[in-house]
């Protein structure tokens, strides 16, 4: 795995394709792994075989892509499409996302994330191994898939709660984090390492995902704060932007403010992001990797900054 990698944004301001745009400018710049996640543009498996397609190099992560929405049998047929139309992938990631997501876009059942995450993971390895698949979990029931063109790829989960931590410290070969401060990062190292350690097997590695921009503007500012407005009402989130002294803000989208009226304050973002020169991003970066992050997945803003592409050449490794 990469010390440095980049984040494929799904900007609520910027055209869709600029996805495609970003990810041949991170392969061009030489870093080595791009993690393509979905929204409400392109199904991640599509994504990931245009930008596979697309590109020479960069190692190419699907997800965190929404836990419960699909099946362990339909992720492993994403994976393995990706492998046979474009090239293997190098990681899958899934996370429990939101009710809002889960429920309200897919109506599928949201609680219980922890124990589905467990039994999805283990179907999961089993199904890219190309074992036939019989399972009949509390929450991960199948029987008699067995997929033809078989691939293994290192499993991520994204961990937010104890829970779900401690799912992840048991399961999974990596963690990833997203929109946190450094001293997160650090307090999700403890328990990983405990819970692990508990468990008998070597820690997961441990990512975080960052929002980057070099010497941001007013328009810049505007587009990660209309982003970060999207995560004060999920659970977990919330309460780590109230720790982080914005609880009147996550009270407000909680009861219901629309987001554009959520007034996000610029100190927001730069608690859980690295923006300013290109000094200052490095440092905010070592930052990240001394609380315990093995590795960095640059999210490049890209309102004054098409594609990512002046971020990414100042920061290329």
């Keep these: ?170 399961v999974a070969d990596e963690v990833v984090l997203n929109l946190v401060p450094p001293a997160h990062v650090s307090r999700v190292r403890v328990e990983l390492d405990a819970h692990a350690r508990a468990a008998g097997r070597t820690p997961p590695r441990l990512a975080v995902w960052v929002p980057v921009a070099l010497n941001p503007g007013e328009a810049t500012v505007r587009q990660l704060a209309a982003q970060a407005s999207v995560y004060l009402r999920p659970p977990g989130y919330g309460e780590m932007f109230a720790e982080l002294g914005y609880g009147d803000l996550v009270t407000a989208a909680r009861a219901g403010v629309p987001r554009a009226e959520l007034k996000v304050p610029p100190s927001l973002v730069a608690d859980v992001g690295a923006l300013g020169s290109a000094t200052e991003i490095r440092s905010r970066i070592a930052a990240y990797r001394a609380a315990g992050a093995d590795h960095v997945g640059l999210v490049p803003a890209t309102a004054e900054d098409p594609a990512g592409r002046t971020v990414l050449r100042e920061l290329a490794p």
């Design 1 to 170: 795995m990469t010390a440095l990698g980049v984040v494929t944004p799904f900007w609520l301001d910027r055209p869709a394709p600029e996805a495609v745009d970003l990810a041949v400018e991170a392969d061009r710049c030489g870093f080595g792994e791009l993690w393509v996640g979905e929204m409400a543009t392109f199904d991640a498996f599509a994504l990931a075989t245009a930008v596979s397609l697309r590109t020479e190099r960069i190692g190419v992560k699907i997800g965190p892509l929404p836990l419960g929405v699909r099946s362990p049998v339909a992720l492993g047929l994403g994976v393995a499409s990706v492998a046979t139309l474009a090239r293997p992938p190098a990681g899958l990631a899934l996370g429990g996302s939101s009710p809002a997501i889960v429920t309200g876009w897919h109506d599928r059942p949201w609680e219980h994330a922890a124990g589905r995450m467990r039994e999805t993971v283990a179907a999961v390895r089993t199904v890219l191994s190309g074992q036939k698949l019989s399972v009949s979990g509390n929450h991960v029931r199948s029987n008699g898939f067995r997929l033809r063109s078989a691939s293994p790829v290192p499993l991520t989960v994204a961990a937010f709660g104890p829970a779900m931590t401690k799912v992840a410290a048991e």
